[in-house]
């Protein structure tokens, strides 16, 4: 899964971005509400956390207008304001969540981990099948026939990625930028080796098919 995280407080970004990213996120940083709102609305991100001060849009202009941009992706706003008026403020303005700062970072991951299986039991599930593999985005598992595959954070994002759009072919470009955040130097072989790894773990080297000149495939068109 990929985070953005929209926070002007440098040690606090980099907190987060750490430890979200040991928990197998991939994690994309904004230190201003004008650069997150232009992440936020052309990047693919299963959640956004957003802080409510920040520089040159504030948190509440961010959510506002992503709303009406039409972006749904779940948003949970962190503030140093913990009043029933600034969480109603928050709220309204389209956030899915409010967390008061300073929190524990447990539950900043189990209040993005509900917001994501909140979106999933609407858009799609935290089960993904194809064929005997099975991944549960939630728990972080990957069996085939029920008997566990260990796979790197990075392994486990493309296999995410990839069964979530069963049958369509994801260019390298593509899983490049939903699995690695947008300011790493990743190079096309990177991509190649994650899934030659991949196909040896999973046991059935033709479950992951190579389309030359565009990318890969995961089951039947």
């Not at 985070?3 to 407080?9: F, H, Y």
């Not at 709102?37 to 509440?60: F, H, N, W």
């Not at 190079?187 to 565009?214: Q, S």
């Amino acid at each position: 899964m990929r985070i953005l995280v929209v926070e002007d407080d440098p040690r606090i970004a980099t907190a987060i971005k750490t430890g979200l990213e040991e928990e197998r996120y991939a994690v994309d940083v904004a230190s201003d509400g004008e650069l997150g709102l232009g992440l936020a609305s052309s990047e693919d991100y299963d959640c956004i956390v957003l802080d409510l001060m920040l520089p040159k849009l504030d948190g509440t202009e961010v959510c506002t207008s992503l709303r009406l941009e039409g972006v749904h992706t779940p948003i949970l706003m962190l503030t140093a304001r913990g009043t029933l008026s600034d969480k109603v403020a928050g709220l309204n303005t389209g956030a899915d969540d409010y967390l008061v700062k300073p929190f524990a970072f447990d539950e900043l991951v189990a209040r993005i981990r509900a917001l994501t299986r909140r979106t999933n039991t609407t858009t799609k599930t935290s089960t993904l099948t194809v064929s005997d593999l099975t991944l549960d985005s939630i728990k972080f598992t990957v069996t085939r026939n029920n008997s566990p595959i260990t796979l790197s954070k990075k392994e486990f994002s493309i296999l995410q990625y990839l069964m979530q759009n069963t049958g369509n072919v994801i260019s390298k470009d593509q899983l490049i930028a939903h699995v690695w955040d947008y300011e790493a130097d990743v190079l096309e072989n990177t991509v190649e080796v994650n899934i030659r790894n991949l196909r040896k773990k999973l046991g059935k080297p033709d479950l992951i098919k190579t389309i030359r000149g565009f990318g890969y495939r995961i089951g039947d068109q």
